[in-house]
């Protein structure tokens, strides 16, 4: 008889299982020469593994392997982590605050669920690098050339000062998530009536060139404390659009086989009778968060990993995951069950890979700085394909991916004309479409000690300090990037 875990666990019997037995992180040096091994060892809840991962990827490490198992309610896994430069961890600093986050993670437990929102019983994850004090602005729809300019100046317009945001499209559909404060006093928007105003010219704006009965979502609301992390949010609001009923799998998908040389995304979904285990395999080009989208689908669609082994092998990345439902009775005995998870598990990696012409800004914040940037692309035929932006101090920092509307290359000169409309320091970078921008905790630029000036290369902020010492793992093996 198969055995299912359920999320929902009596919160005192829960809390009695982390008395008894508190989770414990270890932090080996030893027992690797070429990279840091970080063991987690816990009782087991629904959610853990992405907690997990998302604790590693928040902090910009890469994990080149990772062997996972949550059999009879315990939870233990192994990462191999390494940093962007693939330096070893040697900072105490550093590998004690790892240690405190991932406690702090799994004695939190999961946030309550959002009544009102369709996509998931868990609507949020933990605490996200943005600050929970601002009004955030959730929208989803058809993409079109300007339509995060004209989102952009609609919030200016309103008062509304842009603090922080991600935007990402797929398969011609759009999600964002933007964070605004209140222009004249700083601080979320607290006015009832004008919330209501300001969402209701946003929905104008989306609903303006499209159909009659087009899927269509924009809310606008303040967020209690520690309650978003904004790429997992993301990736519910894309599932909620289904952008994944677009996407189309590879030949031999249906069979696990993959054509020998194809970097294409391929995904097989299996039955092991003697365990029970529905057997997920993955296949696809490496490339950083990797591992963060993969169990952002298998969490949200209810699915528990009971075992799994992830590596990489030169640029293609190789997932395994032995899976059952969380409900129990539910399954993936239905083929159309089947092909709904290796289609969203195939939008998951894809909705992170941008194309196009990598403009990175860094210059002084203000009201309607996200306008004047975007509208400086709308005018010149490009379209933004992704966009992660943020602040540092009075500073604005950000990443545009745009592309050409005609199919054309992107001219780097458009970095100049963004220069002339916004002053601070612009750059321009064609890298591969699986590079994806820093976070906005991260500065894209630095101050030149001997010139005084901002220069394109990363800030030595505590972060980039602290995992400066981070080596890359060799072998066989190449690098998950988580």
């Excluded at 129990?328 to 012409?357: F, M, N, P, T, Y």
Aim: proline content about 3%; glycine content about 8%; charged content about 25%.
């Amino acid at each position: 008889m198969d055995i299912f875990y359920h999320p929902h666990m009596d919160r005192e019997i829960e809390s009695l299982i982390e008395r008894i037995h508190p989770p414990r992180v270890c932090i080996d040096n030893d027992s690797c020469r070429e990279c840091t091994v970080v063991k987690v060892d816990s009782a087991n809840k629904h959610g853990i593994l992405l907690e997990m991962v998302q604790v590693l990827t928040d902090l910009d490490l890469i994990i080149s392997r990772s062997y996972i198992s949550s059999d009879g309610g315990w939870f233990m896994d192994v990462f191999h982590v390494t940093d962007q430069a693939g330096k070893k961890l040697t900072d105490e600093t550093l590998m004690l605050h790892i240690q405190q986050k991932l406690c702090t993670t799994r004695r939190k437990g999961n946030i309550s669920s959002d009544e009102d929102d369709e996509t998931t019983s868990e609507p949020y994850g933990c605490d996200g690098p943005h600050s929970p004090q601002n009004t955030a602005l959730e929208m989803t729809g058809l993409d079109r050339p300007g339509l995060l300019s004209e989102i952009a100046a609609v919030l200016a317009e309103l008062g509304c000062t842009v603090t922080s945001g991600m935007a990402w499209t797929h398969n011609d559909r759009a999600a964002c998530i933007i964070y605004v404060e209140d222009a004249l006093k700083a601080g979320p928007i607290k006015d009832p009536i004008r919330l209501g105003h300001v969402q209701e010219q946003l929905q104008n704006v989306v609903e303006a060139h499209g159909d009659i009965g087009e899927r269509k979502s924009v809310r606008l609301r303040n967020l209690a404390a520690g309650r978003t992390h904004t790429e997992r949010r993301l990736h519910q609001l894309m599932y909620a659009d289904r952008d994944y009923e677009s996407c189309r799998a590879c030949h031999g998908e249906s069979s696990g086989e993959h054509k020998k040389g194809c970097d294409g995304t391929h995904v097989s979904v299996s039955r092991c009778k003697d365990k029970g285990y529905w057997v997920v395999n993955v296949r696809s080009r490496d490339r950083p968060k990797l591992l963060f989208d993969t169990v952002c689908v298998l969490t949200d669609l209810h699915y528990v990993v009971f075992h799994a082994a992830i590596r990489s092998k030169s640029s293609m990345a190789e997932q395994e995951y032995f899976i059952k439902h969380a409900v129990a009775g539910a399954c993936l005995d239905e083929e159309s069950e089947r092909q709904k998870l290796i289609l969203c598990l195939i939008a998951a990696i894809e909705r992170r890979v941008s194309h196009g012409l990598r403009v990175d800004i860094r210059t002084k914040n203000r009201t309607g700085l996200l306008s004047n940037v975007t509208r400086v692309f709308r005018e010149n035929g490009l379209s933004v394909s992704r966009v992660e932006i943020g602040t540092q101090g009075d500073n604005a920092v950000g990443s545009f991916f745009v592309t050409d509307s005609s199919g054309q290359q992107v001219n780097p000169n458009i970095a100049e004309l963004v220069r002339q409309e916004c002053g601070g320091t612009v750059v321009t970078d064609h890298k591969s479409p699986y590079r994806v921008p820093k976070s906005s905790s991260s500065s894209l630029l630095a101050m030149d000690e001997t010139t005084n000036n901002l220069v394109a290369k990363p800030i030595v902020s505590i972060g980039n300090m602290l995992w400066s010492q981070i080596e890359r793992l060799s072998g066989s093996f190449g690098s998950i990037r988580s």
